[in-house]
Nanobody
Framework: VQFVESGGGLVQPGGSLRLSCAAS????????MGWYRQGPGKQRDLAAV???????NYADSVKGRFTISRDNAKNTVYLQMNSLKPEDTAVYYC?????????WGQGTQVTVSS
């Protein structure tokens, strides 16, 4: 299994970014998928989940600002991030939910700063 994240970058507070994660080596459509993030000096936490049926759930810290979606035809999961805050600065990873130890990729860095 492999997850390749992309779309991170430097953005000003209040800005937006869209992350993408391409999955391979798995039957993508049958699994729940999650976006996780690890801020500087913090543990890695689950930010958003989308089930194989399309239901979504969010951490309180991102609820109302982030939207997770998936395209099973492209084996891809997305994270639309709006109204970004400095505390959203982190490396963002995708993985199954619950996560697979072998599924952690390089992640994509998101930095929110003026």
């Amino acid at each position: 299994v492999q997850f390749v994240e992309s779309g991170g970058g430097l953005v000003q507070p209040g800005g937006s970014l869209r992350l993408s994660c391409a999955a391979s080596g798995m039957m993508f459509s049958i699994y729940d998928m999650g976006w996780y993030r690890q801020g500087p000096g913090k543990q890695r936490d689950l930010a958003a989940v989308i089930t194989n049926g399309g239901s979504t759930n969010y951490a309180d810290s991102v609820k109302g600002r982030f939207t997770i979606s998936r395209d099973n035809a492209k084996n891809t999961v997305y994270l639309q991030m709006n109204s970004l805050k400095p505390e959203d600065t982190a490396v963002y990873y995708c993985n199954a939910s619950p996560s697979w130890a072998a599924g952690w990729g390089q992640g994509t860095q998101v930095t929110v700063s003026s």
